[in-house]
Structure formats: C-alpha cells, structure tokens
C-alpha cells in the first residue's frame, strides 16, 4: 500500500517540479534558434467579443496605439451575435482601421474565428480577447519570428494584474509565471505545444479550421506540429489582463479550460505518437496529460497511505499521511480566509492548486460523460461569453 502511495507522490512531484527542472535544464544545453529579423507584413488583430460593451472601446483604444505601422494593421471585432451595444459601438468607431464582423446564430468562440478568418485576407493573424491589454510593441515583437520560414505560430507573455480585494491573484499570478519560464524552455528545446489564447500570431495559410466545440488556443498549434510547423514563445511580446477575483471564478474557468484541452488532445491525439513527434508527445504527457490526472494520483495516494498507516502504524506511514493532511488543513484554512475577506498570500499559492487540481477531476468526469458545449457562461460582466 504504501508503495503505491509512494509511486503516486513521486508522479505528482515529477509533474510540477521534476518535468520543470528537467525542461530548463535541457534547454540550457539544447538551443534551436530562431531567426528573428525585421519583418513588417500586413497584420489583422482579431478580437473575439460577445457582449463586450464595458470593454470593447478600451480595447480598440489600446490596438489602435499600438507601435505597428498604420497603415500594416487592420483591427477586426468578431461579434458572436452580442445582444448588447458591443456592435453598434465597434460601427461608430469612425476610424477605417477599425473593422466589425458579425456572425449571426451564436456560434461560439471557435467557429466565430473560422468564418471571420475567410472574410480576412492579412497573412499574419493576431487573435485576441476583448478584455487583454497589449503592450504597445507586442505585435512587432510578435512578428519578427515570422522572418523564421520554419515559425507557423508566435505566443506571446501573459502578466497578470491583480484586483484589490483578490484573495486568489497572488497564486494565479505566480503559477502562470511558471508556466511562462516552461514555455520559453520548451521553445528552446524544440517547440511550444500550446499558445495563449489572448496573444497568437500565425500565418494565415497554416490556419485549420477546428470544430466549434474545439478550444483553438490548445488544438490549433497541434494541428500545425503535425503539419511539421513549429510554435514558440515570445517573452517580449507582453500582455495584461486582471486575475479572478474569488476562488468560484476561477473554479468555473479551470474546468473549462482543462475540459478544452482534454477535448482538442483527443482530437490531435496522434501528436501524442512518439515516433512522429518525439519532443511535443513528451512535452504534451509530462505537461499537460500528467497533470490532468494529479488529482487521481493524490486520491490514490491518499487513501493507500491511510490504509497502511492503518495496517502497518509505521513511522513512514504516518509521516505520509501527516504530510497530505497538513496540505489539506491549509487548504481548509485559505477558503475560511477568503470567506472571512482576510488576505494571506502564501496560502492563496496552496488554494491555487486545490482549485486547479479539483476542477481536473471534474473535467475528467465531464470528458467521459458529455459533450463540450460551444458556448459557455462567465462571471465577468454577469453574461455569456464565447
């Protein structure tokens, strides 16, 4: 029992800090270059919005300053059928830059981006939410990879700010800059396996267009590594946007975006062939197909080690088992704090992974039993969103 116990820890260790390690360790010694140089081509900003009319003239505001040619960049918003002012504030833009395509029916995110796509002609395509701020060089930074004939897709960095009252920021903001330093690694070393739904440039003629339950932002760039294309990472291409506020939000977001991933690696699935794809198979299970399934592996883990303590009342035993409920206690105790609107940030890191590694579980569950929707609900501005 405890063994089994064991083998689970050292999995979930290997997850968060043994794949970490190894990835930045290889890529100090593995450097596929990529060919950066001046490159201007004509680019469209396409901003996926549905009802966006708190955000939308924020958003045109900060595209329309941005440090690229004006006359190269063109802004379009893709209005999934908005029901609020989003439409008629986009039309009364009087700039031509500024451009709104509308898609009738409510279609979703994805398939409001493949029609849109058809109607847009610019080689390098920028995809972007209505809510992310762009630093004002992120889209020269963006295309300079582009002057690489190998580059088919650029992700950029996302920073997170935090709201005053946030009780969960501080370990959405520490985790992503993890992930960050992950992708610059596996960048390194080969290729990036996902992008950032918030900033992905690619070149128009690698797009594929993905079924509308699909989430692009994690299926498309495996659907150009299997094309033999390469995605990278960007880390002076910068974007903002605002953490969530409370641990309900971002319990809500996670199940969705790990459901995504979990619907559009079953649909890529042959990426995950090693003989075809060595570097991104090994990348995708370590990384994503790993830690999808944490919360199994600490179940396990918990309910063999408890067993053994159990039968064996060994010292070994009960160290295992104190360990996990000392994990849990500080769980128990960030969600008091966050109820009680105390700020304690070291612990808000522990919630974090609470949140993320139970919303697996669900999305797990989901995969098995449903069907991923197309649309789906936010808390952002009290209404849906694609």
């Known amino acids: 029992m405890l063994s089994l116990a064991l083998i689970c820890i050292g999995i979930i260790l290997y997850t968060y800090f043994g794949y970490f390690f190894l990835v930045v360790l290889l890529s100090k010694f593995i450097k596929r270059e990529v060919k950066k140089g001046d490159y201007t081509p004509k680019v469209a900003l396409v901003i ?12 045109i505001e900060n595209s329309l300053a941005l440090n690229y040619p004006a006359d190269l960049l063109n802004i379009y918003v893709v209005s999934d059928a908005s029901s609020d002012h989003t ?20 279609v979703g995110k994805t398939e409001a981006r493949n029609r849109a796509l058809k109607r847009i002609s610019e080689k390098i395509i920028v995809f972007s939410d209505a809510t992310t701020d762009y630093d004002k060089d992120s889209i020269s930074q963006l295309v300079k990879n582009f002057s690489d004939p190998n580059v088919s897709m650029v992700s950029g960095q996302l920073r997170y700010k935090i709201p005053q009252g946030s009780k969960i920021g501080i370990g959405q903001k520490l985790f992503w800059a993890y992930e960050s330093m992950i992708k610059e690694a596996q960048t390194n070393i080969g290729t990036l396996t996902g992008s950032l739904g918030c900033m992905t440039a690619f070149r128009r003629v690698d797009y ?3 079924p509308a339950n699909i989430i692009e932002d994690f299926t498309e760039p495996l659907m150009m590594i299997q094309n033999g294309k390469r995605i990278v990472y960007e880390p002076n291409a910068i ?80 160290i295992i088992f104190i360990l996990q409920v000392i994990f849990y206690l500080i769980v128990a ?23 993320v590694n139970l919303a697996s579980l669900v999305a797990i569950f989901k995969v098995m039993t ?12 009290s209404e849906q969103a694609i």
């Open 208 to 210: 594929i267009d993905l």
């Open 48 to 59: 996926a919005a549905y009802n966006e009319e708190k955000s939308i003239i924020k958003k």
């Open 87 to 106: 439409d008629e504030l986009v039309e009364s833009y009087n700039n031509p830059r500024v451009k709104l395509i509308r898609i009738e029916g409510r």
């Open 239 to 318: 974007c903002f946007e605002s953490t969530t506020e409370k641990s309900k939000q971002e319990w809500q977001m996670r199940i969705r975006v790990i459901r995504g991933g979990m619907t559009g690696l079953l649909y890529a699935k042959s990426v995950l062939n090693p003989f075809k794809h060595f570097a991104a198979s090994f990348q995708l299970i370590s990384h994503k197909v790993l830690r999808w399934f944490v919360p199994v592996f600490a179940i396990i883990a918990f309910v063999t080690s408890t067993l053994s303590l159990i039968q064996t009342q060994s010292l070994s035993s009960a």
């Open 370 to 381: 449903t069907k991923l929707e197309a649309t789906w609900e936010t808390d952002r501005n």
């Open 333 to 355: 105790m960030a969600y008091w704090a966050e109820r009680k609107n105390i700020k304690i940030p070291l612990i808000g890191i522990v919630q974090y992974l609470f949140i």
